[in-house]
């Protein structure tokens, strides 16, 4: 469910709104390319996935819900989901940076990520993170080092590579055996014994996260049991195993997909696993709280249909605005902002501006007649949207915009040009 819906215009045409702001409004106000939010979805997912949780698991397991930052670090969705009492999955020291800045305390941060510098270990162990989650050998032995030098004693937990295939694209599968994250099962109780005896590790759990866009709970189930036999064998030999962080990956919503697990399903199998084994437990979701929060609003640049047949419509955004197509091969359903009630449907080729072959966010879209100056929206935005923009081809990344209500903000301005070249120095030997 989100808040974005068709109603009457100021003319009485059907137009998409988000809450009770007309997108067209913040088109006007704002330019294009801009990303839109919605608190009140953002909400509304963030409590429907702890309630279903608090209801499956009950009210005395501890719970934390580490909502994954990379899905969208803009510091106002950070806020909005940790003024509800989410804490922060984060991969980089910016990140850390950005959920603390958004008011995350530390002591709901964890930190992940498949290669963390010493000068990020440090920073993590400077602001007291909850929890780092440690990839490879190495790193734990980085970290046991940095810490003993900072007299620090974090709190860690090895991460597990269950060996299992999920995620919606090859490029989205993080817990296969081959795959750069985590380490075996047989390697994870070496390394937790290791971190169980250093004198500046304080070992606590185990994590996995095993791909993204997961539409079937099988795999998330078998992965999840692993996990309590791994606590449990560790626990027989007298570890006090007290954590497990469960990873994110459930999917969102999108309009080619089949629907993703609900919460409460989702809640139900969790349950199923963990209700006879007493163990916090830790969620990282990121895209199924976003992904259908955001669109991207975007303007018909230029309509130019080929002689042959082709129909392309080349709008205000590209791929450096919204890399998904490219790099997934995402779809995206797109759908201009005013319906054009009953206008016929043609195909088009929806594409950006970017001198790249791969900058194509449709192909063959059905879609009513649109012409130059149409606003057009990019449906499910919110995840892996604006956080993947860059500024190739010297664009200015997008603004982005929260609503609430009758109200919005600029929450991220589009960068003048001046902004842009501003950070860059000519060298002087030139
Ligand atoms: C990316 C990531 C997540 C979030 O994944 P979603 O599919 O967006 O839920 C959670 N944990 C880790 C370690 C990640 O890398």
């Not at 055996?177 to 005896?197: H, N």
């Not at 205000?316 to 995206?332: F, I």
């Amino acid at each position: 469910m989100n808040h974005f819906e068709d109603r009457p215009g100021p003319s009485g045409e059907g137009e998409l709104w988000c809450e009770d702001v007309r997108l067209a409004e913040i088109a006007e106000q704002v330019g294009t390319p801009v990303y839109v939010y919605s608190s009140a979805t953002l909400r509304r997912h963030y409590q429907v996935f702890r309630d279903a949780l608090r209801q499956a698991l009950g009210p005395d397991r501890d719970i934390l819900i580490a909502y994954a930052v990379k899905a969208n670090a803009n510091l106002s969705v950070i806020k909005t989901l940790s003024d509800l009492g989410a804490g922060a999955d984060t991969v980089s020291e910016g990140e850390i940076r950005r959920a603390l800045a958004a008011g995350v305390p530390a002591d709901r941060v964890i930190f992940s990520g498949v290669g963390k510098t010493d000068a990020e270990l440090a920073f993590a162990l400077s602001v007291g993170v909850a929890e780092i989650n440690i990839e490879s050998e190495s790193e734990l032995e980085r970290l046991g080092q940095i810490a003993a030098r900072l007299n620090r004693r974090p709190a860690v937990a090895i991460r597990v590579n269950p060996d299992v295939g999920a995620g919606g694209h090859a490029k989205i599968t993080t817990g296969k055996a081959d795959s750069k994250f985590g380490v075996s099962l047989m390697e994870a109780k070496r390394l937790y014994r290791r971190a169980s005896t250093h004198a500046n590790l304080n070992a606590v759990g185990l994590a996995c996260h095993i791909g993204s866009q997961i539409s079937d709970l099988t795999p998330l189930e078998s992965a999840f049991v692993t996990m309590r036999e791994m606590a449990r064998d560790l626990r027989a030999e007298g570890f006090p195993v007290s954590r497990l962080d469960l990873g994110g990956g459930l999917g969102a919503p999108y309009a080619d997909a089949p629907d993703p697990p609900s919460p409460a399903d989702y809640a139900a199998m969790v349950a199923r696993v963990f209700a006879k084994f007493d163990v916090n437990l830790a969620f990282e979701p990121g895209r199924m709280l976003v992904a259908n929060a955001g669109v991207l609003l975007t303007r018909v640049i230029t309509r130019h249909d080929r002689p042959e047949g082709r129909k392309f419509v080349v709008v205000d955004a590209g791929m450096n605005d919204l890399l998904r197509p490219s790099l997934y091969d995402a779809y995206h359903a797109i759908r201009p902002v005013r319906q054009g009630n009953g206008a016929p449907l043609e195909a088009f080729d929806v594409v950006g501006p970017i001198c790249e072959t791969g900058d194509i966010f449709a192909k063959d879209r059905s879609l009513p007649n649109l012409g130059e100056g149409d606003l057009v929206a990019m449906l499910s935005a919110g995840a892996y949207g604006a956080s993947m923009g860059s500024e190739y081809n010297a664009r200015p990344l997008a603004a982005e915009v929260l609503v609430q209500g009758a109200r919005f903000a600029v929450i991220r301005r589009r960068p003048t040009y001046e902004d842009m070249l501003a950070r860059e120095t000519l060298a002087d030997f030139l």
